[in-house]
């Protein structure tokens, strides 16, 4: 199973306008109506889908929901940093200052300006139209957006753009010398053997620290 991946989306009409678009998120993993695993950090949008390491740290729990056929979404929260008192003052401030202002402008600044035009067009909500024109229900849909954009997960990228590999040989058949239990004479290490962490070099320490032990040991025999 390919792990520490990027994730494609079904959503790829909207997606193609703000690929590129880095921002500190917060992506929560949803299955059958239940939340699976969240992560914080830089998302990055592409045309595609959805990449950065929060995703490269959610990817393995998704790539085995999705090995099952289950029905996964990704909910982005794009303004992580505010509890939900900070966000209801933030809409509830913001709209004093209406005025003639047109959408474009009177957001600016929120969000990226490429994310904020897609989250507009999503709410149903022209750039070029003035606030004071916009209804209620839309400018709530378009606050909504920035802390629930829902998107639906159908695959990952394959093993050719995974720096790991999920699944392999359980670990309780081998030994700590990484000799096989079940094949005397077998030396298992590295990605073969069903150990995949997560970003930050991890990988790296369990391919030279588990070479080792079984070159060593193996030598030995």
Not at 87 to 105: M, S, V
Request: glycine fraction near 10%; hydrophobic fraction near 35%.
């Amino acid at each position: 199973m390919p792990a520490l991946v990027q994730l494609r989306c079904q959503e790829t009409d909207m997606l193609k306008g703000i690929a590129g678009v880095r921002a500190d998120s917060e992506i929560r993993v949803f299955c059958d109506g239940g939340e699976i695993c969240r992560e914080r950090g830089e998302l990055q949008l592409t045309d595609y889908g959805i990449s950065g390491i929060p995703i490269f740290q959610l990817s393995r729990r998704v790539n085995y929901l999705l090995r099952d056929r289950r029905n996964v979404t990704a909910q982005i929260d794009f303004l992580p940093d505010l509890t939900q008192e900070s966000y209801e003052e933030l809409q509830a401030g913001r709209k004093l200052l209406h005025g003639d202002r047109t959408a474009e402008e009177f957001f600016t600044g929120m969000l990226h300006k490429k994310l904020t035009a897609a989250l507009l067009k999503m709410a149903g909500i022209r750039l070029a139209t003035p606030m004071k024109e916009i209804p209620e229900e839309k400018i709530h849909a378009y606050y909504n957006l920035c802390r629930n954009l829902k998107l639906h997960i159908t695959e990952s990228n394959p093993y050719e753009n995974a720096q790991v590999s999920a699944g392999g040989v359980d670990v309780r058949e081998v030994k700590p010398t990484m000799e096989s239990k079940i094949c005397p004479g077998a030396y298992f290490a590295g990605e073969i053997l069903d150990v995949d962490g997560r970003c930050g070099g991890y990988n790296l320490q369990w391919a030279w620290s588990s070479g080792y032990l079984a070159g060593y040991h193996a030598a030995l025999a």
